[in-house]
């Protein structure tokens, strides 16, 4: 009986209190997503959004291509009764109209709320997960997850010292570049003079980050680092036109080139990637070219490579 009037309590304390809630948007670290979050949820500890104390009730925060947004609007739009059980629902946040599903599930043993929701950032789709397990429900409940919704905000850009600030290595050379996104927060950073917009093959541009893998004997490294710049993504009809082992800042690494061709407009480019060997990760460089642009990128990539330092 104690617990069930507590929860009574701090139910009535949240609805009382609600209209004040919508204060200053939150932006977790490295997103343009933000909201006002609920009594209770703070910075989440293991991944980009909100999470109460003891990890229970999570909202994850990202950020999706920009026609995601509109793929879920045509779904909704052509089976507005939604399927399973389950109905969208559509939402005015200051962002425009944003659309949303809730649904019961499980996770594990246990029985939770899921919740759903898209809306639009222009260059990109805004997305929110929230899971509340069912002893919670009725703290965050159906209304209060919704009002949360309502309150979502999109920010033009992420400052790049938030941005940079997330990645496992130092980036203390930007080379002039233009445009500075994080790729996946806290894993890879794109330095630009193109845009989301624009493209960014057009012009040139560095892809920052770390491998997963490394290779575990000296003599693999020159085909390890082979096979990871031939699957650059966006990088076709390429041509290897050197791959030779190189010291960077006092460390093993390898250096190959490409002549390829790269995005829509199929731009012959050149592309160098450096992989930086030690422990069992591999930091990896990539800088790409329009080819009639090379000689005046190449000296900005080895800028921004020789301003690299992992912690």
Do not use: C
């Amino acid at each position: 009986m104690k617990h069930i009037r507590l929860l009574s309590a701090i139910t009535l304390l949240l609805i009382a209190i609600g209209p004040a809630f919508a204060a200053d948007p939150v932006f977790p670290p490295g997103v343009r997503v933000g909201m006002v979050p609920l009594v209770g949820l703070g910075r989440a500890k293991t991944f980009i959004g909100f999470e109460t104390e003891d990890g229970s009730v999570k909202v994850l925060v990202a950020e999706l291509p920009a026609q995601a947004y509109g793929e879920v609007v045509n779904a909704f739009k052509a089976n507005p009764a939604g399927t399973g059980g389950i109905k969208p629902e559509s939402i005015e946040t200051s962002a425009g109209v944003a659309y949303y599903t809730a649904e019961n599930a499980r996770n594990g043993a246990t029985t939770v709320r899921r919740y759903s929701m898209i809306l639009q950032g222009g260059t990109f789709s805004g997305y929110v997960a929230v899971q509340v397990p069912e002893n919670a429900s009725k703290i965050y409940t159906d209304d209060a997850i919704r009002q949360m919704f309502a309150t979502a905000v999109i920010r033009k850009e992420v400052p790049i010292e938030e941005q940079l600030g997330l990645l496992p290595f130092k980036v203390s050379e930007l080379g002039n570049f233009k445009n500075v996104r994080t790729l996946a927060p806290g894993g890879a950073v794109i330095l630009a003079d193109g845009d989301e917009t624009t493209g960014f093959e057009a012009a040139p541009f560095m892809v920052i980050g770390l491998m997963a893998s490394a290779p575990t004997q000296p003599d693999d490294r020159g085909r390890y680092a082979q096979q990871a710049a031939t699957s650059i993504p966006g990088v076709r009809d390429w041509r290897i036109t050197m791959s030779e082992p190189v010291r960077i800042d006092g460390m093993p690494g390898y250096e190959t080139r490409l002549d390829a061709t790269s995005g829509k407009d199929n731009t012959p480019v050149t592309v160098v990637q450096w992989m930086r060997f030690g422990g069992p990760t591999s930091l990896r460089i990539i800088g790409s070219a329009p080819r009639d642009q090379w000689s005046s990128a190449f000296p900005r990539f080895r800028a921004v490579r020789d301003g690299i330092e992992q912690h």
